[in-house]
Structure formats: structure tokens, C-alpha cells
């Protein structure tokens, strides 16, 4: 958000969010994207580990929500 806010050309925080989640779901659908690319490649203990990784994608979303939200909270913080 504060590289988004820094480059000048957005001012409104709420549009800084905005832009900042759609960063992260283009990198998620990415990352997805290659990962689906590529199961048969990956051996299948290395599959299990990844599927372990999908899962604790969850509890990252959600501590980057809160994080956005603990950012949106303070009036100060971006402007």
C-alpha cells in the first residue's frame, strides 16, 4: 500500500486498497496458474508439501486482511 501510495498517482486510501488486494489476487492467480502447470513434475512428497502450502494460504489472506484493515484504521498512516 505505501508503494502504491508513494508512486503519487492515487491519493484515496480506499482506492489504495483497492489496488493492493487486486495486486495480491493477480500474484495468488499466478502462482496458482504455475502450480497447475506443473503438478506432474513435482514428486509426490514434494505435492503433499504443496498442497500444505495452499492450505496455510487462508491464514496468510486473512493476516493480510487484518493488516489492511489495522493500515485503514488509522487516519494518519497513509496520508
Request: with cysteine.
Amino acid at each position: 500500500m505505501c508503494k502504491i501510495r508513494d508512486a503519487g498517482k492515487v491519493k484515496a486510501r480506499d482506492r489504495i486498497a483497492v489496488l493492493a488486494s487486486l495486486n495480491l489476487a493477480f500474484d495468488l492467480a499466478a502462482q496458482q496458474a504455475a502450480a497447475a502447470a506443473a503438478p506432474a513434475a513435482v514428486p509426490p512428497a514434494e505435492a503433499a508439501t504443496a498442497a500444505s502450502d495452499s492450505a496455510e494460504a487462508d491464514p496468510k489472506a486473512t493476516q493480510l486482511i487484518q493488516r489492511l484493515d489495522q493500515a485503514l484504521a488509522g487516519d494518519g498512516h497513509l496520508l
